[in-house]
């Protein structure tokens, strides 16, 4: 009778064990290669815009904000301070929105590289999930930089600051990997990330109180930040930046609603990437 550990050693030695085993990491590996395709423009991006974003809030818009608050500033900082780390956040929703769509289709609809992967032992989940990797990694290649602008700028002054970043990333998360399971139902590319990306993605930036306090929105708006991801992720980067005055309870609000959204999207694409690639 062969002992356990003799057929677990069997089983981690046949064909596709290696895949079996790390396999979320070989698509992590695939994705980045192809990034690296692209990799001036990710470069350009992560230089530029936050440049651009000091230089509009700090110089443009900004000053004329500050000439009008005085010292009291916003949220009791000035608003450099106030709009930047709440820019990084959806700077990495944005970046984050475009793998998601354009990744996904490009897996399932127009190149079908996750085809390909799922006819290898790589598992569904595996597939899924180093994907969701891949696109972490290319949306701190935006968000990292960023912070360290808004660092530079003086925006930060919290020992905490380091952590905006990751509420930037979890923010972005919230919002695109379910994005990634609405893709995986697309069958005919029709508009529909063009579409995402006008009725959704732009109103998200605008009334999710990134350049001015959701409180300054009409009743009848406030809402859309009350449901953004972009609002929660935003309150705990300002709260990680120079800290506010919102309740304990309030930024564990923010946490979970970001966390349980993640959770909720990994299972819905996870269930699409089944139905699309195991007919």
Same mark, same amino acid.
Not at 67 to 78: E, L, N, Q, W
Not at 176 to 191: C, E, K, Q, S
Not at 214 to 219: E, G, I, Q, R, V
């Given at each position: 009778?062969?002992?356990?550990?003799?057929?677990?050693?069997?089983?981690?030695?046949?064909?596709?064990?290696?895949?079996?085993?790390?396999?979320?990491?070989?698509?992590?590996?695939?994705?980045?290669?192809?990034?690296?395709?692209?990799?001036?423009?990710?470069?350009?991006?992560?230089?530029?815009?936050?440049?651009?974003?000091?230089?509009?809030?700090?110089?443009?818009?900004?000053?004329l904000v500050q000439a009008g608050t005085g010292s009291a500033g916003?949220?009791?900082?000035?608003? /450099?301070?106030?709009? +930047?780390?709440?820019?990084?956040?959806?700077?990495? =929703?944005?970046?984050? %929105? #475009?793998? $998601?769509?354009?990744?996904?289709?490009?897996?399932?609809?127009?190149?079908?590289?996750?085809?390909?992967?799922?006819?290898?032992?790589?598992?569904?989940?595996?597939?899924?999930?180093?994907?969701?990797?891949?696109?972490?990694?290319?949306?701190?290649?935006?968000?990292?930089?960023?912070?360290?602008?808004?660092?530079?700028?003086g925006a930060f002054s919290s020992p905490w600051a380091p952590a905006?970043?990751?509420?930037?990333?979890?923010?972005?998360?919230?919002?695109?990997?379910?994005?990634?399971?609405?893709?995986?139902?697309?069958?005919?590319?029709?508009?529909?990330?063009?579409?995402?990306?006008?009725?959704?993605?732009?109103?998200?930036?605008?009334?999710?109180?990134?350049?001015?306090?959701?409180?300054? /929105?009409?009743?009848? +708006?406030?809402?859309?930040?009350?449901?953004?991801? =972009?609002?929660?992720? %935003? #309150?705990? $980067?300002?709260?990680?930046?120079?800290?506010?005055?919102?309740?304990?309870?309030?930024?564990?609000?923010?946490?979970?609603?970001?966390?349980?959204?993640?959770?909720?999207?990994?299972?819905?694409?996870?269930?699409?990437?089944?139905?699309?690639?195991?007919?």
């Amino acid at each position: 009778m062969t002992s356990a550990p003799v057929a677990e050693r069997a089983r981690r030695e046949a064909p596709g064990g290696r895949s079996r085993r790390l396999g979320a990491w070989y698509v992590l590996e695939h994705e980045l290669r192809e990034i690296r395709s692209y990799g001036v423009v990710t470069i350009a991006e992560a230089l530029g815009a936050p440049l651009i974003a000091w230089l509009a809030f700090g110089l443009g818009v900004g000053a004329l904000v500050q000439a009008g608050t005085g010292s009291a500033g916003i949220d009791g900082v000035p608003y /450099l301070a106030f709009v +930047l780390p709440a820019m990084m956040c959806g700077l990495a =929703l944005q970046v984050w %929105s #475009q793998e $998601a769509m354009f990744g996904t289709l490009i897996g399932i609809t127009w190149r079908r590289t996750f085809v390909a992967m799922r006819a290898t032992p790589l598992s569904v989940p595996q597939i899924a999930t180093g994907f969701v990797l891949s696109v972490l990694v290319r949306t701190a290649t935006a968000a990292i930089p960023y912070a360290v602008v808004v660092w530079i700028a003086g925006a930060f002054s919290s020992p905490w600051a380091p952590a905006s970043v990751a509420a930037a990333l979890l923010g972005a998360a919230a919002f695109g990997v379910p994005l990634m399971a609405y893709a995986a139902t697309i069958r005919r590319d029709t508009g529909q990330p063009a579409m995402v990306f006008r009725f959704v993605v732009l109103p998200l930036t605008l009334f999710s109180g990134t350049m001015f306090p959701l409180s300054t /929105l009409p009743d009848w +708006l406030e809402w859309i930040g009350w449901a953004s991801p =972009l609002w929660h992720s %935003s #309150q705990l $980067a300002r709260a990680a930046a120079y800290g506010t005055t919102e309740p304990a309870w309030l930024v564990l609000v923010h946490l979970g609603v970001l966390v349980v959204l993640v959770a909720a999207g990994w299972w819905l694409f996870v269930l699409g990437l089944r139905r699309r690639l195991e007919r």
